[in-house]
């Protein structure tokens, strides 16, 4: 675990540092003047943008599921982001301390790449790659003046989410250790304001909870089924991500072996939910 979060740490300065070198060749590409060396600035802008998002994501890694990273356009790791973390996950804003009563310790500000940037600007940079089709060039041929002008301003953009001095993000975060024995990870699950419950997952086990909030506290409720073994009679719990096909439980109290079995009514014989009660119940081993 701790070499893997040595590799996520190296991975976040490499993004800086490619969005670094990237914008200082942008800006040598748009220093230049020549109008044939713009394809070259969009494309290195592009790339910022690209290792900015997801150095974005990387700092944020314990609040999104590894499956995430598969996410490689800048627009879905954004969505993605906002729909574990909330959406106000890609707006800018500024912090300051100061001690009480007493003087200004630190102010910071945060600057994130925002969705509707990506949205209005990286397809377009990605355009200025190719030469027009046909009928583009006949119907609006390429202005130079406006991809020189895009490029500025997404150098801007990127600039000024570079200079950001502050890189977490502020909210209503519950934090719990795993519950699942030989599991001890620590479950991060931001909280959006309106929500009075939001369902969280252990990336590391995938069992789940429902987290309700219950004024200023946050209770974790697991996903467990209780059972009552029907022949001694103990009751138990089982974690639901670990009823699955083809495996079995075993009652703690007497051994006995139970399989899961899958029930279901087959809508289609049915012919309409009306005759449901009718329905022969096939069962299926799992
Ligand atoms: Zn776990
Ligand atoms: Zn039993």
Known sequence: MAEKENDHKKLEVQYRITAEECVARARAELKSGKDERLRYAALELRMALEALT???????????????????Q????????????GEEVD???????RETGGELVFTGTDRPISLKEIKDNYDALGSYLHLQSLKQAIKKPLNLANVRQRCEKVLKIVVEAMES?????????????????????V???RIPRSAPQVTAKCFLCNAGYTIHREGDMFRWEPWVWTYTCPHCGEVGSLWTCDIKFGKKWVCHSCSRRFDFVLSYRDLEEAGSK???????IREKFM
């Open 54 to 72: 997801y150095y974005r994501a990387l700092i944020h890694r314990n609040e999104i599921p590894p499956e995430a990273y598969s996410a490689w």
């Open 74 to 85: 800048p627009r879905k790791v954004i969505e993605m982001l906002k729909e574990h973390m």
């Open 91 to 97: 707006q800018p804003y500024s912090l300051t301390i």
């Open 165 to 185: 001095n502050v890189t977490s993000s502020f909210g209503l975060v519950a934090r719990q250790e795993c519950a699942r024995s030989n599991c001890s990870n």
């Open 187 to 189: 479950i991060v699950r």
């Open 274 to 280: 009306k005759d449901l009660k009718s329905t022969p």
